[in-house]
């Protein structure tokens, strides 16, 4: 009867919507809601006890079944925590709604926009040339990184890069994951795709890729998969490739 009864309430739940002020796992108060997708919902918070600001990662429990799916990301989060491109991963946390047991992931909270709010203010809503295979550059470093610990991000998008400009430079951090049920190596090319992809969108996409310097057109291959990997078979042959090409 009680299975019944909880499996229920955990497949009627499409989305949580708490607002400002909600109390999760007596620990943490919501500041507000950061975003959505197909596994759940990202809010800002406080620490109750210090007022410092998290992130929380709440998983909708029919994509969550046996917390299979926060269990994968806190683990993939620890496992890279030596990734200085990661977010920092913090505690997981229980409490119930509306019925169901629901499982929230704190992590740091970061500063800064994600990278498509960053280029819709920009002049032209694009990045320069020069800028972007900078920032390519930083991101491949990142990847690579992950790559060495035999891991992969599995969902690189202008939506998933968190960037603010430092200095002379760009201060980047990547959010999220996903998991794919493919080989290890399908997964980090399908870093690499879409590395190139991140690239090619924040110089403006198809609308302007016609235009784009000859050393662009090298990386992105007119976004043709199997172009791509020919040339960067792995993430440090494009990041070298960054390094030693010639303007
Ligand atoms: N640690 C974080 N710091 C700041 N903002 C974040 C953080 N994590 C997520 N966000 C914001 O919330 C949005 C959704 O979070 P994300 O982890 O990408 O989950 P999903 O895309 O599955 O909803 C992000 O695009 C970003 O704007
Ligand atoms: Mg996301």
Same mark, same amino acid.
């Not at 406080?46 to 007022?51: C, R």
């Not at 925590?81 to 491109?85: A, E, G, L, S």
């Given at each position: 009867m009680f299975i019944l009864h909880k499996s229920k309430a955990m497949k009627s739940i499409?989305?949580?919507n708490l607002p400002p002020g909600f109390i999760i796992a007596g620990k943490y108060r919501i500041i507000s809601k950061l975003g959505e997708g197909w596994e759940g919902e990202a809010y800002k918070i406080?620490?109750?006890?210090? /007022?410092i600001e998290r992130t929380a990662k709440l998983f909708y429990p029919k994509r969550n079944p046996r917390r299979k799916t926060s269990m994968r990301y806190a683990k993939k989060l620890h496992k890279l925590?030596?990734?200085?491109?990661l977010i920092k991963y913090h505690t997981g946390e229980r409490f119930t709604y509306k019925k169901a047991s629901i499982t929230a992931l704190i992590s740091e909270y970061v500063e800064g926009e994600v990278l498509s709010e960053f280029l819709k203010k920009l002049p032209g809503k694009r990045l320069h040339p020069f800028e972007a295979v900078h920032l390519l550059h930083i991101l491949a470093k990142g990847i690579e990184q992950i790559h060495q610990y035999?891991?992969?991000? /599995?969902d690189l998008h202008l939506d998933n890069i968190m960037i603010k400009r430092f200095g002379l430079s760009f201060e980047v951090k990547i959010l999220d994951f996903y998991h794919w049920e493919a080989t290890k190596s399908e997964n980090k090319q399908n870093d690499i795709i879409d590395l190139v992809r991140v690239l090619y969108d924040s110089l403006g996409g198809a609308k302007h890729y016609a235009k784009q310097p000859d050393f662009i057109k090298y990386i992105c291959c007119g976004l043709k998969r199997s172009l791509i990997i020919e040339k960067f078979r792995t993430v440090s042959i494009l990041r070298k490739h960054l390094e030693l090409m010639e303007w």
């Open positions: 499409d989305s949580f406080a620490e109750i006890q210090t /007022g925590r030596h990734c200085p491109m035999n891991e992969y991000h /599995g």
